[in-house]
């Protein structure tokens, strides 16, 4: 198959939803939305699948499931994020949960256990009792890690070779507590807008991104809490007009996080992020182009 003629497909690692025609220079990502929780690893951890799941940006999948009718592809990783960190880079390996990895520094993400294979989900709570093996972590990265990433690159060389550009939209949802605030004088945001402050994606498009939202009566922020992490900081290139934006949803507006399950606001909340992701599309469109910075 060539770069040109990219299908939707199903793999174990991922799954590509592809527009009926692609007149999009956008990508659409959601790393962290995999729910496919197997019983061996369920079985390896000491805690219970929901809060196996805090970590999970649940649903975000079916948050976005319309954009291919927008004309732009939709890449979708199936592994969960407590099993391997699609968002990671592959050889930030903890020594503290894979026998053998070697220490790297200081690497803050490491350090709190969230490394590519993760030690800990959400509030610091441990995964597993000891470690696993060296050869185990190598298998996730090989079976999950590494197909997510080549069909991601895919997709984003096709779109620049189609159009010139590409604008990956890497999508991902944030615990309420990440953004409330404790003065109820301020309404937290609803959306993260994270360009690596200004180093993943050109300013006219952040601020274009920005309006989408905002025209879909969704407060945003900008890089606070959340700027972007391995994925962002590696695809995105805006020289090379190369465009990476993480987007964070607040879970608060669509999600009871204590059950991991859609709330009564699921479907509002999905309505107005079609609106703002159809507006983002089309800033990808090939009548738009976009000026490196």
Known sequence: ????DIRSETTSAYKILAPKVWESAVVFASPHSGRDYSNTFKGQSILDTVTLRSSEDAYVDQLIDYVPKFGAPLLLAHAPRAFVDLNRSADELDPAIVNGAQTRGQNPRISSGLGVIPRVVANGRPIYRGKIPMQE???RLRKYWHPYHDALLRLLKAAKLRHGYSVLIDVHSMPHDAVSSPSKLVTPPEIVIGDRHGSSASRALVEEVEACFANAG??????????????TQHYGRPSANQHAIQIEIDRGIY?????VAPSDHFAETREKLRQAFEGIARLGAPELPLAAE
Do not use: V
Not at 221 to 226: G, K, L
Not at 255 to 259: P, S, T, V
């Open 1 to 4: 198959m060539s770069l040109m």
């Open 137 to 139: 972590a190598k298998d």
């Open 218 to 231: 969704l407060k945003t922020a900008h890089n606070t809490p959340f700027a972007g992490a391995f994925i």
């Open 255 to 259: 999600l009871d996080e204590a059950q």
